[in-house]
C-alpha cells in the first residue's frame, strides 16, 4: 500500500514562511516523481510545483516561482519539502503532494498515481 504523509501546515502570516514535507512510509515511491498541489475553498486544485526522482528537473506554477522551492531530502530520496517563502493571503489552501510514475501530464492531477491526505495552510492579512 501506497502512503504518501503531509505535515507542516499551520497559520501563519502574510510575508511569513512554512515548510512542507511529503514522506512516504515504507518508501513504495522509489523513482517516482512527486508533485505539490494545493486546493483553496470553491477553487479546483491546482499544481504548484514538481521534482523528477533525481532532482535535477524542477518544475513551478508561474504564481509561486521565486517564492517557492521543491527539494528532495538526500538522505531519503522518498521525502520532499516544499519550502514556502513570502507567503501571501492567496497562497492559502489544502496542499496535497502526489506521486507520478511517469511524466505524461506533469502539471495535471490527472497525471498521478497516489496523493496524501493534505495539509491546511492558512495565511492572513
Known amino acids: 500500500q501506497v502512503q504518501l504523509v503531509e505535515s507542516g501546515g499551520d497559520l501563519v502570516q502574510a510575508g511569513g514562511s512554512l515548510r512542507l514535507s511529503c514522506t512516504n512510509p515504507g518508501r513504495t515511491v522509489n523513482g517516482y516523481a512527486t508533485g505539490w498541489f494545493r486546493q483553496a475553498p470553491g477553487k479546483e486544485r491546482e499544481f504548484v510545483a514538481r521534482?523528477?526522482?533525481?532532482?535535477?528537473?524542477?518544475?513551478y506554477a508561474d504564481s509561486v516561482k521565486g517564492r517557492f522551492i521543491i527539494s528532495r531530502d538526500n538522505a531519503n530520496k522518498t521525502t520532499v519539502y516544499l519550502q514556502m517563502n513570502s507567503l501571501k493571503p492567496e497562497d492559502t489552501a489544502v496542499y496535497y503532494c502526489?506521486?507520478?510514475?511517469?511524466?505524461?501530464?506533469?502539471?495535471?492531477?490527472?497525471?498521478?498515481?497516489?496523493w496524501g491526505q493534505g495539509t491546511q495552510v492558512t495565511v492572513s492579512s
Open positions: 502526489a506521486a507520478a510514475r511517469d511524466a505524461q501530464q506533469p502539471l495535471s492531477a490527472a497525471g498521478y498515481n497516489y
Open positions: 521534482i523528477n526522482w533525481t532532482g535535477i528537473r524542477r518544475l
